[in-house]
């Protein structure tokens, strides 16, 4: 199976990092994408198409689209594991918070049919951004297209390297890592240092520049996600364009 993971903020023309305002209208000039752009690049990018709308939700921010995965998967409603085809500003894989510590002493410990309900808050928990590396803990995932937003270069692309095979940012793959507490504190300053306990499986991700990406896949589910700390209240006039391109109702 395969999900479309849209984030409303890939549409904007500057990428907003470590929000400090619950709506960032007061940063200046930040573009919004036309509505005729919205549309040609969810018709002619995404193979969407308005009298055939795919089954799926608008989510106000993406650790929601975490409970949903296990909503869906309880209610046999998603089979594992599934590809993701992730359309963001930010990978969501949770550079910038410490939530690999979390996962690879604490979490990657359980059985994996105790990682659904991990321990959620914005330092090393949880959050909407990090919602994937939590979706791949539990065996979710084994394949992400990260499709990129223009303004990132992809030789600095926002992976981080801590959850990458190898510690490599150029591997190819996420590869998750178990690691002891101890073993842990003792190379804090570099990870890539700790004797690894287990190794998770790989799921292959494919960094795609929004320009180069192009999907005739048949898609399973569409979400949209508002991230209102992350983009501007004029580009909520781009969420019911999106939307009429997304079937709500089967998952009240």
Not at 170 to 187: M, R
């Amino acid at each position: 199976m395969i999900i479309l993971d849209i984030d409303l903020d890939f549409f904007l023309g500057y990428i907003i990092n470590y929000p400090k305002l619950e709506r960032p209208d007061d940063y200046k000039n930040i573009a919004v994408n036309k509505k005729e752009e919205v549309i040609k690049f969810l018709e002619e990018r995404c193979n969407l198409e308005k009298d055939r709308k795919i089954k799926g939700k608008f989510l106000a921010t993406h650790d929601e689209l975490f409970y949903w995965f296990r909503n869906l998967i309880e209610r046999k409603l998603l089979n594992v594991p599934f590809e993701i085809i992730h359309i963001d500003a930010h990978a969501d894989l949770g550079l910038g918070n410490s939530s690999y510590k979390y996962i690879m002493t604490e979490l990657l410990h359980k059985p994996v049919s105790e990682r659904v309900n991990p321990k959620k808050n914005e330092r090393d928990g949880l959050s909407e951004s990090n919602f994937l590396a939590f979706s791949i803990a539990c065996r979710w995932i084994n394949k992400i297209t990260y499709v990129f937003h223009p303004r990132i270069i992809k030789s600095n692309i926002d992976t981080g390297w801590i959850h990458m095979k190898n510690f490599d940012v150029n591997s190819g793959a996420i590869q998750l890592k178990k690691i002891q507490l101890e073993e842990y504190e003792k190379h804090s300053l570099d990870i890539s240092s700790c004797s690894i306990l287990e190794l998770e499986p790989e799921v292959p991700i494919d960094l795609i520049e929004a320009n180069s990406f192009f999907t005739k896949d048949k898609l399973n589910y569409v979400f949209l996600t508002h991230s209102p700390k992350y983009t501007p209240r004029e580009a909520d006039k781009l969420i019911p364009v999106i939307m009429e391109y997304i079937d709500e109702k089967f998952i009240e």
